[in-house]
């Protein structure tokens, strides 16, 4: 008997790790185990759901670990070409859920007497040409400018950057300005120059302007003679584009400064030259939405509203861009020399 005794008051003998580990998150874990015998001790502070995972290894069955896999996330490929949808209805800034980032020109914001802060990210169009083609000439001084830009920034908000007042170089403005296209582009440099000593801090961008590619690479060594490295500026205008971005020649201008450096965007770019120059642009605008549904016979965003057209339309709008977004840079070019 005192042998059987002295047994009993034995002191059990200690848990192995993982037992001890087990005994924490097992519900019964909290009665007294050791008043039981010591094979149902071990039995019941197993926990029911956990098993070791075994894999053999030299001969031997090792215990592992259990490791939680997380699945590998395939990020979509993003276009790095922004997309300004050009409106002349400035109240869509103001809109509660813009889905584009809009492109608007000074002179239609001229009209607002009262502005409030933006709803989207959005650039300023100087409104070049249609002043240039309305007078022959910049009409609208630098200080003006200026101070319309400041005011737009403070008030407005969210602009990512402004055009500078520009001369373009279509054949019609060279019509009514009676001067060069050389000229054209000094007076553009000179513009610029002025805007950034008037305000440095506005972001005022350089612009680009030519008729021919060759007159493209003149004007960037006009900046470079003036102190200016297109190469360091966040964006640079390229203007000019309207109704010419399908042609081959601007297809390899646009590769070859893309190539040098250049982060453009592009005024007026047409809808079918942007699936091949999308991969080599930072950014492009058009209002090209509004002419289609002016000549339409009818509307054409498919919703009924009281316009006959859909000339001003929103939804057609919306629409028009989600298409051109879906197919920016599908073509590659295939870049020749001129």
Known sequence: MAKQSSLHQQQPRPLLPNQRHSTR????????????????TMLRIRHPTRRP?????MGRTHRTRTKKRTPKTRHPRQKLMIFYLGTDDAYWLWDNTPPHPLFISRRRLERYKNLKPSNTRWA?????????N????????????VALVQRYANEIGNLDWAAPQDWMCEPSVLAKTGKTVTEHQ??????????????PTLPIIPAL???QPDDYLRHIEMYDKAGIDLTKAPTVGMGTFCRRANLKPVHNLVYRLWENGLKMHGFGVKQDGLPIMGNYLQSADSLAWSLTARLAPGPLCGTQHRAKKCSHCRTWATQWANN????????GIQPELF
């Open 25 to 40: 998150h097992h519900p019964r874990s909290q009665t007294n185990l050791q008043h039981l015998p010591r094979q149902t």
């Open 53 to 57: 995972i075994t894999r053999r290894h």
């Open 124 to 132: 300023l169009d100087s409104g070049g040409f249609t002043e240039l």
């Open 134 to 145: 309305m007078y022959g000439e910049w009409r609208t001084s630098p200080h003006k400018y």
């Open 186 to 199: 000094q007076l553009t440099v000179n513009n610029y120059l002025t805007l950034k000593t008037l305000s």
């Open 209 to 211: 302007q030519g008729w």
């Open 324 to 331: 051109i977004n879906n197919n920016i840079g599908t073509a």
